[in-house]
Nanobody, 117 residues
């Protein structure tokens, strides 16, 4: 089993910044893909940012230029740096990882991000 623990959420004013962290209980070297999703009330859970072990990244159009995903294999951690936050970024953010070979999916419990106007 793989456990994912998220941290870094909170309340911030528009224009501010937050950095989310997701630490896995095993080496993320074994992961095929890692990323962040978010879900606001009444909306679907959508991909925000993703990164592969090869370093390729992908972002939702709404966050390009403002959010940056990165990883630290030595710390088994994936980060999401969020700058220039907007009220529409308010959501629960979930860490996601998928293993290689068997493609098993693991999710964190979610961390709340609230951006005030």
């Amino acid at each position: 089993q793989v456990q994912l623990v998220e941290s870094g959420g909170g309340l911030v004013q528009a224009g501010g910044s937050l950095r989310l962290s997701c630490t896995a209980s095993r080496s993320i070297f074994s992961m095929d893909a890692m990323g962040w999703y978010r879900q606001a009330p009444g909306k679907q859970r959508d991909m925000v940012a993703a990164i592969t072990n090869g370093g390729s990244t992908n972002y939702a159009d709404s966050v390009k230029g403002r959010f940056t995903i990165s990883r630290d294999n030595a710390k088994n951690t994936v980060y999401l740096q969020m700058n220039s936050l907007k009220p529409e970024d308010t959501a629960t953010y979930y860490c996601h990882m998928r293993t290689r070979l068997l493609y098993r999916d693991y999710w964190g419990q979610g961390t709340q991000v609230t951006v005030s106007s």
